[in-house]
């Protein structure tokens, strides 16, 4: 669940460059004891293939999708049972930011925000890839 203390980040929010929106995702992450990453994107060089409006390339991405580590795409297991117990950090949880470039390609807007976890989210429970512990 989403607490008052989180940095400002609603649906309808706009930023000039993919490093404004990057810095509020960074202390998103941090005070909510977390990591996102890049899902799915867009760049702005794959779009402007597609769309005939001017783009602003400080965006770098016409469309990207930050999920929860452990969520984002559902987990299928290939395993042939040659190596058991190997573990993974993604479940199903369903935490993730959308953005998208506004309808005149200057700005990214957020178009969905859903930021409740369904896994525990303090400190301890929760460790970057590299396997600091997040404090």
């Not at 940095?7 to 929010?13: E, H, I, K, S, T």
């Not at 996102?36 to 990207?64: F, G, M």
Request: a positive charge; one cysteine or more; aromatic letters at 6%.
């Amino acid at each position: 669940m989403a607490s008052p203390h989180l940095p400002r980040l609603r649906v309808g929010d706009a930023f000039s460059s993919i490093e404004e929106l990057d810095e509020v995702i960074s202390r998103l992450e941090q005070a909510q004891n977390t990591t996102y990453w890049k899902r799915d994107a867009r760049t702005i060089e794959a779009a402007a293939k597609r769309v005939k409006k001017p783009l602003n390339p400080a965006l770098k991405y016409y469309q990207v999708v930050w999920a929860c580590v452990k969520g984002g795409r559902a987990y299928k297991s290939k395993s042939t049972g040659l190596r058991p117990n190997q573990k993974t950090v993604r479940g199903d949880c369903g935490a993730c930011i959308k953005v998208c470039a506004s309808r005149d390609g200057q700005k990214l807007i957020v178009v969905k925000n859903d930021l409740d976890h369904n896994h525990p989210t303090t400190a301890v429970s929760t460790l970057r890839c590299n396997g600091d512990v997040v404090t």
